[in-house]
């Protein structure tokens, strides 16, 4: 679990898996939303840490319980992993 990575938003966010080639880490991350009323528009603006880059697989997000209520952000850092390099981060690996 990643709290910290979409604060403002009531998603879950869970890693899935992560690429890593000459210091640079690609991490694929899913996010469920878990609030059952609302859709949300994804931003990568919204991402807190120090990432390089982002870009979701859709551009919105659908009510739980819909068959659009989860996706993937693709994350990339430089040198961290993306563990590393959220805010409040203990440290670990992902």
């Known amino acids: 679990s990643m709290p910290s990575l979409l604060p403002s938003l009531p998603v879950s966010a ?15 991350v899913k996010l469920t939303n878990r609030d059952p009323a609302r859709t949300f528009e994804l931003d990568p603006r919204w991402l807190q840490g120090d990432l390089y880059s982002a ?3 859709h551009p ?14 693709f994350i990339v850092t430089n040198g ?3 563990a590393k390099a959220l805010p409040l981060s203990k440290g670990g690996d992902s």
């Open 60 to 73: 919105t997000l659908g009510p739980r319980g819909s068959v659009a209520d989860t996706t993937s952000v």
């Open 80 to 82: 961290l992993s993306l």
């Open 14 to 28: 869970t890693p899935v898996a992560a690429w890593k080639l000459d210091g640079w880490t690609v991490t694929a």
């Open 55 to 57: 870009t979701f697989m």
